[in-house]
């Protein structure tokens, strides 16, 4: 299986900063990346697919970038509503593996 | 617009079958994918397996031994069977809609999860 390493587990922020999430996988996947959000007591919901593609919807201030093992989830500026968990996943082969994500704190 | 609702019994037995229904409206069952996944309280998303319309079906090899998937294309639903669970399953389960992403300036196809149910927080207890 591909194991996928998420740093931090959490941060804090503020509103209007800028948040940088990583992921490393633990093979090469290309660009077979996409990235979650999740709310508390709600299910994920597709951010960013092949490692920076941005969801239809998603606000512009979500990017992603990388490829190979390493890549970036970045949030320009964070709002209020950007507080929740983050979660990479490969769909480079099966089992597809998430992440064990990251936690955005005020 | 599709959605996902999941359905089932909240606690299980050590040992029994768990069984989890995800129903989908606003669309048909046979025109995409569908997959479960799992959570456990606190921790991070487990694939379970995938069930493709034309019925090639793939399972989390972790839990394959376990795991059945199946399509109810009259009812618009699919289901997951997972047997003789243990506390280990405890979980909030997922269904979610899988589909194949194309992304055009990198030419390449990717699957995500682009619809997510509710999710069913599942117990194993006596």
């Known amino acids: 299986d591909i194991q996928m390493t998420q740093s931090p587990s959490s941060l804090s922020a503020s509103v209007g900063d800028r948040v940088t999430i990583t992921c490393r996988a633990s093979?090469?996947?290309?660009?077979?990346l996409n990235w979650y959000q999740q709310k508390p007591g709600k299910a994920p919901e597709l951010l960013i697919y092949?490692?920076?593609s941005l969801q239809g919807g998603v606000p512009s201030r979500f990017s992603g970038s990388g490829s190979g093992t390493d890549f970036t989830l970045t949030i320009g500026s964070l709002q209020p509503e950007d507080f929740a968990s983050y979660y990479c996943?490969?769909?480079?082969?099966?089992?597809?593996?998430f992440g064990q994500g990251t936690k955005v704190e005020i | 617009q599709v959605q996902l609702q999941g359905s089932g019994p909240g606690l299980v037995k050590p040992s029994e079958t768990l069984s989890l229904t995800c129903t989908v409206s606003g669309g048909s069952i046979s025109d995409d994918s569908w997959s479960w996944i799992r959570q456990p309280p606190g921790k991070g998303l487990e694939w379970i397996g995938y069930l493709y319309y034309s019925g090639s079906i793939n399972y989390n090899p972790s839990l394959k031994s376990r795991v059945t998937i199946s399509l109810d294309t009259s009812k618009n639903q699919f289901s997951l069977k997972l047997s003789s669970v243990t506390a280990a399953d405890t979980a909030v389960y997922y269904c979610?809609?899988?589909?194949?992403?194309?992304?055009?300036?990198?030419?390449?196809?990717?699957?995500?999860?682009?619809?997510w149910g509710q999710g069913t927080m599942v117990t194993v207890s006596s």
């Open positions: 092949a490692a920076s």
């Open positions: 093979q090469s996947i290309n660009n077979y």
């Open positions: 979610a809609r899988h589909v194949k992403r194309r992304v055009a300036v990198v030419d390449m196809i990717i699957d995500v999860f682009d619809i």
């Open positions: 996943q490969q769909s480079y082969s099966t089992p597809w593996t």
